[in-house]
């Protein structure tokens, strides 16, 4: 039974929602010249966490003690889990972008049709982490860590009309 709380003002529960699948989103890098756009070969996780430092602006103005916080300095940072292939480029492509301290440019697009970007922005490869199991899959965790602003796209729609790359090593479904 849908209820309208406040007649419906906000927290409505009318109609379903169609969840993403997770699988549906690719994390890609480019090309050292730029010239390629790749989904990350054997990716399985892909975690992006966004953070502002704030600054405290409490004032005496204020009764009750509450802390009054102002954003300041944006951050974002991926984890990436992988499984390793040995002849993945883009593994080749992260593991050098950490081994020179170089820049890569990310990209995350929607798995459909379009290769619809999603984010994007320019990151730093900050932690490589190789995992070889006897039993199990050789998987690899990688924490790139962006430097300057992450852009949306659905925010930043003039960004997003420039936005067209789409990655050369994944087929489109026409393809398929």
Not at 3 to 12: L, V
Not at 32 to 61: F, R, V
Not at 114 to 141: M, Q
Request: net charge negative; charged share 25%; with cysteine.
């Amino acid at each position: 039974m849908a209820t309208e709380f406040d007649s419906g003002a906000y927290c409505g529960t009318g109609g379903g929602i169609k969840a993403l699948s997770g699988s549906d989103i690719l994390t890609c890098i480019f090309s050292e010249d730029g010239s390629e756009l790749l989904a990350t070969e054997g990716e399985q996780e892909a975690d992006l966490s966004l953070s502002a430092d704030t600054s405290d602006t409490a004032t005496k103005d204020i009764k009750g003690s509450w802390a009054t916080n102002t954003p300041t300095t944006l951050s974002w940072e991926i984890d990436l889990d992988t499984v390793h292939i040995k002849s993945a480029q883009t593994n080749l492509l992260i593991r050098k972008a950490f081994i020179e301290r170089s820049p890569l440019c990310m990209k995350q697009v929607y798995d459909d049709d379009d290769f619809t970007p999603i984010c994007g922005g320019s990151c730093y490869v900050t932690s490589y982490e190789a995992d070889s199991p006897s039993d199990d899959v050789d998987a690899i965790s990688i924490t790139l860590t962006g430097t300057g602003k992450l852009t949306y796209f659905d925010i930043d729609t003039a960004a997003a009309a420039l936005a067209t790359a789409k990655p050369s090593n994944r087929p489109s479904s026409d393809e398929s």
